[in-house]
């Protein structure tokens, strides 16, 4: 009798831990975030903070839409982006910042952590949503990153969504770009922070972990106010802003020469993969190293079991998470 009550425990166990393993294997996460830099309250309308608030929840719902119907990582970190680039209180999409010219250039990545399939586009001008074009190019062209009116021929001949220059156009990236001119007249230097005249890097980003523990990252940037000679920051260059692995994945924001530089996105990866450092750890780490070059913006990181890190050296960072089961939460300052 005691063996078979024995036996029985045994069994019980057995199940409980296959039901917790079976549980988890359900759970997915969602991170995002729309720039870092000095975003403080004072600095805010009750009418702007309403509205990037709404902005990052309407891109945590249609990303963990995606993701509670048992859709790929992959399809939400571009879900949750198009949402962001469609939106013009971020520096993506409609509302990116003008070049030294007066145009729009725009730049995107996303990278497939299971098979590092990545994908990337810099300098296009007319695809409504560059994160789908990064896309297309990861899974229809046969390279990497594509650049330029290479990038925008493709995206025509593959029929994405094209956009006037009014779509991207907006009269407060307007006013951003007449008060760099007016800041270059006086010739003051260009700084990584000259660049931006408000010291926010609005590029927008999501992570995703899915039921089966897959993860992605994406990332979308319009790049610096005042930009030349066709600059590409760090967003679409594949372990500076964005990458991901097996392990983790990290979408970045923030000054693109630093961030290039040490190869942030990678870094926080190569410490979780390699040394075992906890997510929030690697990345408040990295993003330490790089602050001391110079470099200020922040980071989104999340890992294959869920864990996820938000680490930004700025006084905010428009961000926020969702994960199954949870109410998403979405914050803009420091504090929070």
Known sequence: ???????????????????GASARAQEWTLVIHGGAGVIERERMTP??????RAALNAALAAGGAVLDGGGSALDAVEAAVRVLEDDPN????????????????LDAAIMDGRSRAAGAVAGVTATRNPISLARAVMERSGHVMLIGAGADAFSRAEGLEQAAPEWFATPERREQLERWRAAQQQ???????????DHKFGTVGAVARDSAGN??????????T???????????LIGAGTFADATCAVSATGAGEFYIRMNVAHEICARV????DPVQQAADAVQAETLQLGGSGGVIALTADGAHAFSFNTPGMYRGVARRGAAATVAIYGDE
């Open 215 to 224: 993860l992605a990252a994406a990332t979308s940037t319009g790049g610096v």
């Open 1 to 19: 009798m005691r063996h078979a009550l024995g036996t029985m425990a045994i069994a019980m166990a057995m199940m409980a831990t296959l039901g």
């Open 273 to 276: 993969r390699l040394s075992g």
């Open 226 to 236: 005042g930009k030349r000679w066709g600059r590409v920051g760090d967003a679409p």
């Open 47 to 52: 009418e702007r903070d309403a509205a990037v």
């Open 90 to 105: 971020f520096n993506a999409g409609r509302g990116a910042v003008f070049t030294a010219d007066g145009t729009n250039e």
């Open 187 to 197: 010739g003051q230097r260009q700084s990584a922070l000259a660049f931006d005249p």
